[in-house]
């Protein structure tokens, strides 16, 4: 092994005298002008090469990358490059910190790995992975991943996933993901995903998931799941559900569903209060109090139910109905505005019934 490096070597001094690649690069290449110069085993361009040239096909090893154009094959550095905005390197790069305009490939950087327009591929670095432009592949990162556009594939940040652009994919954030866009995919976050437009797919949030605009799919949180527009599909909050534009499908929230001035439809169930402002529709459990306008439903409440018109069946303590009820109802205390149905409890007020029928014991009815 020993004599084939020594010739490997010999070899390479020789054909960097017979190929010499010294040159200079303006400053419009890089950041700074840059001296190209090295040896290697190389025929234009393609080989084994030592130093900082700035165009390779096969294996180059650099001290500190400055002003490359395109490297295709394996690139080892050993410090930090300055910034070469318009290169790119396909294959294996690997060293402190790897840094092109475009990584395609597998990109592996002790400190971090850093694109200046586009890292795709297999991209691992210690601290963090940094693009300019897009991240597309596997993607890890001890610390963070941070995009200035899309952040899509298998992302997993030991603190955070951030992207001016959406985040798709499957995607783990031991703390946050943040999105100035989208959030699509399975997406798992030990504190919050946080999205300025919406988030579909399958959204875990350790304590939240917050949205500007909508929250769709199969979406859990520690505390809350929020969204200033919808929230559609099968939602789980260990506190509270809130939308300020109504909450459709399977919800659960441990002291609260809220959704806003709309509507709440579908099975819902919480230990605390139910609130809509336009209607509550469906399979309806809550243990403290159901209010909005419209009641539409098989509805179950320990507490006491407030609202301006009731159509279906409801169970609750009480019953405090300010328009008209249609169906039937049971508590200890039921009191409605006019009646199409029965009233059952201990004490039943129809205020539209004629003397002696408005106020009636055991049951009070209507049709």
């Known amino acids: 092994m020993k004599s084939i490096i020594t010739v490997v070597i010999i070899t390479s001094f020789f054909a960097s005298a017979v190929y010499p690649q010294n040159h200079f690069v303006e400053s419009d290449t890089a950041c700074q002008d840059c001296t190209h110069g090295g040896f290697g085993l190389v025929y234009q361009n393609n080989g084994i090469y030592f130093g900082n040239s700035r165009n390779n096909n096969g294996i180059r090893f650099n001290i500190i990358d400055c002003g490359i154009e395109r490297i295709n094959g394996i690139n080892i550095t050993f410090w930090k490059p300055l910034p070469s905005p318009g290169s790119e390197i396909n294959g294996i790069a690997l060293g402190l910190m790897p840094d092109a305009g475009d990584l ?9 790995v850093i694109a200046e327009r586009s890292m ?38 030991g603190l955070a996933l951030v992207a001016q652009g959406e985040i ?20 798992i976050s030990g504190l919050a995903s946080v999205a300025q437009e919406n988030i579909y797919g399958i ?36 506190l509270a559900l809130v939308a300020q534009g109504g ?30 402002g336009t209607a509550v ?14 009641l539409t439903g098989l509805n179950i409440t320990a507490g006491w139910v407030k ?3 009731l159509t279906g069946f409801s169970i609750s303590s009480f019953h405090r109905i300010t328009g008209l009820q249609q169906g039937l109802v049971i508590g200890i205390l039921n009191i409605t505005e006019s009646l199409q149905g029965i009233q059952l409890g201990l004490i039943n007020i129809v205020k539209s019934n004629p003397v002696p029928f408005g106020i009636l014991p055991v049951i009070n009815f209507r049709f």
């Open 203 to 238: 959204n875990i949030g350790g304590l939240a998931l917050v949205s500007q605009k909508s929250i769709y799919g199969i979406n859990s949180a520690g505390l809350a799941l929020v969204s200033q527009q919808k929230i559609t599909g099968m939602n789980l909050a260990g």
């Open 120 to 157: 795709n591929g297999i991209n691992l670095g210690i601290l963090a992975n940094v693009s300019q432009g897009e991240i597309n592949g596997l993607n890890i990162a001890g610390l963070a991943l941070i995009s200035k556009r899309d952040l899509s594939g298998i992302n997993i940040g």
């Open 247 to 276: 909450i459709t499908g399977i919800n659960f929230g441990g002291i609260a569903i809220v959704g806003g001035e709309e509507a709440l439809t579908g099975l819902n169930f919480t230990v605390g209060k139910l609130y809509a």
């Open 168 to 187: 798709s994919g499957f995607n783990i954030g031991t703390l946050a993901l943040v999105s100035q866009k989208n959030i699509y995919g399975v997406n």
């Open 281 to 294: 529709t469906g399979l309806n459990i809550a243990g403290y109090n159901v209010e909005t306008e419209n």
């Open 104 to 112: 395609n490939g597998i990109s592996i950087g002790l400190g971090a």
């Open 307 to 309: 609202t301006d018109n």
